[in-house]
Structures are given as structure tokens and as C-alpha cells.
């Protein structure tokens, strides 16, 4: 079978992440199973791998494709926010490591059905997870114009918000807005579409807050990141990579205040937090993909990969 979606920064990521070959392994972010896959394949007979994603279509899909793995990999459908309650039930304290890919799949944007891209006329649903209340045609159609605008600024990093917003709310007036398509058109309508190398679609930043305020993604990494450093042994690995300046943000302060550990304000002469650094960064710019790599796979472009290991 063939997976739409081409894994990022493969073997940066198999580098940073494996320490032990007969190890314990979670795949966060699991999709269709790219990473995966070369986890089980460089891994022992003995290791395990639990994979984790939200949406239960990325399980069904990387079963099928680990389907040799059976053996040493174990699925659920569950946010990786709850990696601690994950571990708990299968009775596992700490692992050697830790994969988070963030943000959404070639499969979900071009196959799932869900409303993800302005390139597909779809039902604005963006839901990972079809268990969660809330739908992007929900926040669209009944969030206050203030408050979309604010969505669209703050997670699509969108200039044009209030226009956006204000469009929105004169748009629903007349009926809800309902599908993909209809969305992109009317932003496509009131922002100019940009040209050059690089040029995005003008919908691209308002589909991207929305998924973003849907899937409550910051949310869920700030959730994850404040229980990690009890969730991995002495020496295990977190690998994140991201694709949204935010959660890259978010990620490195996190990475940085653990290898501080002192939170102490820097003019007092002695410690008195007692708090000891927790990981030790592998690299401290992080990682980006190579030219070569964006060329082949263009998704990869805004990609950035952090990695620290727990002492
Ligand atoms: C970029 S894709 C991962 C691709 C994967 N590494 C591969 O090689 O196929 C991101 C995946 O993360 C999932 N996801 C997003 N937020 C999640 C969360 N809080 N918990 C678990 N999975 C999540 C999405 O459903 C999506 O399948």
C-alpha cells in the first residue's frame, strides 16, 4: 500500500530517539506510521513500541502497516496529553523514549474526509478525534467576532484577522458556513493571494488556527510537557518535531527550563530553589531538514526538530 505521507527528518529522528535496543518506545503521534515502522525495524525482538494518535483512522491505517511488528507494538487511540494515564494502564513507569510529530498528516489533509484542506470541498469538521464535541464549523458559525479574530491571529499568525473575522460574521448572517471550499473562497475573497516562491494560499493561516483551536493542540502539548520529565528513565530521549513557530516556542522553553533547573532569579547569590536540571539538550538550535529533503517532501519545510535526554 502507499502512505500519502513521507515521515520528516527519518534519520535525525531514529539518532536522537534510540538509546537501547531492546527498549520501551512511544510513538505519541503515530499517523500512518512512518516513523514507526523504522522504530520496529531498528529496535530488538524484545523492545516495545506504544503508539498513541487521536484520530482512530491513523490506528487503523498503522496497524495494517505494522502489521509484521504485532509482537512489540501496542495501539491506542488516546491524546498524547495522556501518555501518563497510557503507561498506567499498561503498567509502565518510565520509558527510554519519547516521539512526538506534530500538527496533521498528508493522509488527513488529502484523505480523510474531515474538512482540513481549502484544496477539498469537505464538511468543516476538522476533528483528530470524532469522539470531541466541538467542530471548526461550530467555532465559525458561533463564536463571537472578537474571539474568532483572536483564534485566527493568534494560531494562524494571520495580519488580516479582523477582516477574516468580520467577513465571517457578515457571511453567516445569511446561512452557516459549512464546507471547506466555502470557507477558502470567501478569505480568498478579501485577502489578496500573495506570488513568488514559497507564496501560500491565502486560506492556509485561518485553516490552521482553526485546526490548531479545534484539536486544542496547544492545550495538549503544555499538558504533555509538564508531566515528561516523570515519564522517561535516566538517559531516555524526547523528540519533538514541529511545524508551527508557537508549539516550537513552547517546546524549547520547556527543553531550556529543564536544563536549568534553578528557577532562582539570576541576581541571588546562592540557589535557594534547590531544583536540579532534569535533561540535557542535544542540540540547542535544533534540527531542521535539508534542502534536498524540502525539495522532495515540501511539507518538511517549516519543520523543526528538538531533542533532549533525561538525567
Ligand atoms: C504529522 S502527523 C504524524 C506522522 C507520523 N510521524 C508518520 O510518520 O506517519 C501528526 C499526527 O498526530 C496526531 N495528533 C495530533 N495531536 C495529537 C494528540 N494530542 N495526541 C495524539 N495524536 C495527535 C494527528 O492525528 C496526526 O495523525
Redesign the pocket.
Known amino acids: 500500500m502507499e ?1 500519502p ?1 513521507q ?2 527528518l527519518v534519520q535525525e529522528v531514529l539518532d536522537s530517539l534510540l538509546t537501547a535496543r531492546d527498549g520501551l518506545y512511544v ?10 515502522e523504522k522504530i520496529a525495524m531498528l529496535t530488538g525482538r524484545k523492545a516495545r513500541l506504544i503508539c ?4 482512530p483512522e ?1 490506528i487503523d491505517i ?1 496497524r495494517q502497516r505494522l502489521a509484521s511488528f504485532k509482537d512489540k507494538v501496542t495501539f491506542v487511540q ?4 495522556a501518555l501518563d494515564r497510557v503507561l498506567s494502564d499498561l503498567s509502565i513507569e518510565r520509558v527510554h523514549g519519547i ?1 512526538l ?5 498528508s ?2 489533509l488529502e484523505h480523510c474526509g474531515r474538512g482540513f484542506s481549502f484544496n477539498r470541498d469537505e464538511p468543516l469538521d476538522m476533528r ?1 478525534d470524532p469522539r470531541d464535541k466541538v467542530t471548526a464549523r461550530q467555532l465559525v458559525n458561533r463564536l463571537g467576532r472578537k474571539e474568532l479574530e483572536d483564534i485566527i491571529r493568534r494560531y494562524g499568525e494571520e495580519r488580516r484577522a479582523r477582516r477574516i473575522a468580520k467577513a465571517i460574521e457578515n457571511t453567516r448572517k445569511r446561512g452557516p458556513i459549512s464546507s471547506s471550499v466555502q470557507l477558502a473562497n470567501l478569505i480568498r475573497s478579501i485577502v489578496p493571494r500573495s506570488h513568488g516562491p514559497g507564496a501560500k494560499d491565502p486560506a492556509t493561516r485561518t485553516f490552521q488556527a482553526l485546526r490548531i483551536a479545534v ?1 486544542r ?1 496547544l492545550e ?2 503544555e499538558s ?1 510537557l509538564s508531566k515528561c520529565p516523570e515519564l522517561l528513565l535516566k538517559g531516555g530521549r524526547l523528540v519533538i ?1 514541529t ?1 508551527h513557530s508557537l508549539e516550537d516556542r513552547m517546546v524549547k522553553k520547556a527543553m531550556v527550563d529543564w536544563e536549568r533547573g534553578c528557577t532562582c532569579p539570576p541576581d541571588l547569590p546562592v540557589c535557594k530553589c534547590g531544583k536540579a536540571p532534569l535533561f540535557r539538550r542535544l542540540s540547542r538550535k535544533g534540527i531542521k531538514p535539508s534542502r534536498e529533503e524540502i525539495e522532495k517532501n515540501p511539507r518538511a519545510r517549516s519543520a523543526m526538530l528538538r531533542a533532549a535526554e533525561r538525567i
Open positions: 502512505y505521507h515521515p520528516v510513538d505519541g503521534t503515530v499517523g500512518t506510521g512512518g516513523h514507526s498513541l494518535d487521536r484520530d491513523a498503522s488516546q491524546s498524547y496529553a516521539l510529530d506534530l500538527g496533521v498528516s493522509y488527513q483528530m484539536n493542540e495538549n502539548l504533555f518535531l511545524y
